[in-house]
């Protein structure tokens, strides 16, 4: 009896298993699919994370009670081998520095995050400290201060490309700081009210690079709607509240990652036309690495924290919203050399993307 109840169990396990590792693999090659055509499933890669870690759970279960099986979330994990290095690369030691470009993506939340307007300071000094030879930033704005005029400062080069109407409330805004000539600029067109992209012409030892910084549509998400879904996975929610709240918050997610879809299409339009260059493009894109924009924009580049990165690389940095949504990839021109995110400043509702990549001789 007691063998019979033992081989039900160990089945019941197995099928679990294999249905976490089908899942797990769905759910990770779910970029694939457009999210403004299915927006639901459009949003699945935002829970590999989840699967990846059940499968991990599944390999010590069976290390633990019955090892011949642990095959099977070993070969899950080679299955989703693609999907697990996009989210969570591993790679150790430094690289040299010398002969690289220095890049940073930031989103500086317009310097307005710190109650006491030290956000600006806060941002310049850190930047300063830093010494980087390029520097796009997102919301790159501020009203009631002068941060163009500061950042011509640190760079003698310096532009701010407004992306939505100025007059409007809201202000949004990308800029580029840096130590090498802007020759021109490019807005890249898509519908959006509050976000956008464009292109940097630099002039960088003699040749042209063109650098895309980019805000693709924001969540949108109210204090009250974040405020709701902390509350959720505290459990301080009751369970039908907390299932509607969920369902409530997939929904609006989904919707907008619908709206980054054409925009993804747009820089990606536009960086097949402009492949004549060597190209870096980054910024916040809103979305997770398992997601339709990223990959779309992907296609083609490099993306320099899978290339030369380590672990999950969470950029944005509100509790409860533990994701990687900042990203910065180049062209076969360019080689990543180093990529990390540096949680040391806490000027904004993002952490700061640096990358070091070395031009690649070509033949």
Wanted: one cysteine or more.
């Amino acid at each position: 009896m007691l063998k019979i109840i033992t081989k039900f169990v160990l089945s019941i396990l197995t099928g679990a298993n294999v249905v976490t590792i089908a899942l797990m693999l769905m759910v990770g090659f779910s970029d694939r699919i457009n999210p403004a055509a299915h927006p639901m499933l459009g949003c699945a890669g935002m829970f590999f994370p989840f699967f990846v870690g059940a499968n991990l759970l599944f390999l010590l279960l069976w290390l633990v009670i019955k090892w011949q099986r642990a095959w099977i979330p070993i070969a899950g994990f080679a299955l989703a081998y693609v999907p697990i290095r996009t989210y969570i690369p591993l790679h150790f030691g430094e690289q040299p520095a010398d002969g690289t470009l220095k890049i940073i993506s930031y989103n500086v939340a317009g310097y307005n995050v710190n109650k006491d307007n030290t956000s600006l300071d806060s941002v310049m000094g850190w930047i300063a400290k830093e010494q980087p030879d390029i520097v796009c930033l997102q919301e790159d704005m501020n009203p009631r201060q002068e941060p163009f005029e500061r950042m011509k400062t640190l760079f003698e080069h310096n532009d701010t490309v407004h992306v939505n109407d100025i007059n409007q409330s809201y202000i949004n805004a990308v800029g580029i700081h840096s130590r090498f000539p802007i020759l021109k600029k490019e807005f890249i067109a898509y519908d959006s009210k509050t976000n956008g992209s464009a292109a940097f012409f630099l002039l960088i030892d003699g040749d042209t690079v063109v650098v895309i910084n980019n805000h693709l549509e924001s969540t949108h998400l109210s204090p009250e709607e974040r405020q709701r879904y902390k509350d959720v996975l505290k459990g301080e929610m009751e369970t039908d509240s907390a299932r509607q709240e969920t369902r409530l918050l997939i929904n609006k997610i989904s919707s907008q990652m619908a709206l980054r879809a054409p925009q993804a299409k747009a820089v990606h339009d536009y960086i097949e036309a402009h492949r004549q260059y060597p190209l870096i493009v980054c910024g916040d894109f809103n979305d997770t690495p398992i997601s339709y924009a990223r990959r779309t924009i992907a296609l083609g580049l490099t993306d320099c924290f899978v290339e030369a990165g380590c672990g999950l690389g969470l950029s944005y940095n509100q509790k409860g919203f533990f994701f990687r949504i900042d990203h910065l990839m180049c062209s076969a021109d360019f080689q990543p050399v180093s990529c990390h995110v540096d949680t040391k400043i806490g000027a904004s509702d993002h952490f700061p993307l640096v990358c070091r990549l070395k031009k690649v001789d070509k033949p």
